[in-house]
């Protein structure tokens, strides 16, 4: 099939802060910009052109979009139901999700570690709580053995509503109304870094370390957060790999896998991001061209 046989406008889904020429745009909305910069023209070549849409937009505004990339709605997991309920209608529609409504699904709650884990995948230790308070970090601090315990939310980005417990600074009336993970915290993340490994199609593209502010331990540029060029070990590749073949789905559009190193110098797995991933292009330059191609071929089929 030639390109001019299928040439269609792909879908590229945004939310208000992430959207171009919204008066409400984060901070960090120009890694939205650098991502869409890399794949606009990729798909041009190809002869198809990205089109920017809220996520919340009617299913109507949609019906010339064969194709739909989850792309940056970061403000999902604020209204995750409804966010679902949308991939699922596009589906219903006809339209192809990437990645899709069953991996976003899957994806959205952290409790997908747990999967990982019983395929193989080394992981941080992790305690499981419903709405914790200071007695499941207590509890969390003695089950590691460690006197820094790092409280996540479940389903959350970004490092959303993360926070940190010393022991030596315990906040007594510190909780979550939600469902959380609590881990140990790792000192590598703030001497070593984490780790990103991009891919598409389970093809690797790239990777890169991350690095914390000094004083902080989250590693987003929204924290203060520097990115630096890795070219990884082919011990390395091999872990990330390895999460990559755990994901119990065919192969995903795209996918980022976020390490950092254990005490052994092996990588633990802190995220297997699906869904709607920074994909870090500018030390990617292949990437716009692998998901342009890889977009293509899909619309092919």
Not at 5 to 13: C, N, T, Y
């Amino acid at each position: 099939m030639s390109v001019s046989d299928h040439a269609m406008p792909i879908g590229f889904l945004t939310c208000p802060g992430t959207h171009p020429g919204s008066p409400v745009r984060r901070d960090d909305a120009y890694e939205h910009d650098l991502q869409v910069d890399a794949l606009r023209p990729a798909l041009a070549a190809l002869g198809h052109e990205l089109v920017e849409i809220d996520w919340r937009s009617p299913v109507e505004a949609f019906a010339d979009m064969p194709l739909v990339l989850v792309g940056t709605p970061w403000d999902y997991q604020d209204a995750e139901r409804a966010f679902l309920d949308q991939l699922d209608t596009l589906e219903a529609a006809g339209h192809i999700v990437c990645n899709s409504s069953a991996v976003v699904r899957w994806n959205a709650s952290k409790t997908y570690l747990r999967d990982l884990e019983r395929r193989g995948v080394a992981t941080i230790p992790t305690d499981w709580a419903q709405a914790p308070d200071i007695s499941d970090i207590l509890f969390a601090m003695e089950k590691f053995g460690n006197d820094t315990v790092v409280a996540k939310r479940q389903v959350g980005a970004g490092a959303e509503g993360q926070s940190i417990h010393h022991r030596a600074k315990l906040d007594p009336l510190w909780c979550m109304e939600q469902p959380a993970m609590l881990q140990p915290f790792l000192p590598q993340i703030q001497s070593d870094g984490e780790y990103s490994f991009l891919f598409v199609e389970a093809e690797f593209s790239h990777a890169l370390r991350k690095r914390a502010a000094p004083g902080d331990y989250r590693v987003q540029s929204i924290y203060g957060g520097m990115e630096e060029p890795f070219e990884p070990s082919s011990a390395d590749r091999a872990a990330a790999q390895a999460v990559i073949d755990a994901v119990p789905f065919d192969a995903p559009l795209y996918a980022r896998i976020d390490m950092v190193r254990g005490s052994d110098g092996g990588l633990l797995v802190m995220e297997a991001e699906l869904i709607e991933p920074f994909l870090y292009p500018t030390q990617g330059p292949r990437l716009g061209v692998m998901l342009a191609t890889a977009i293509d071929r899909r619309l092919c089929q």
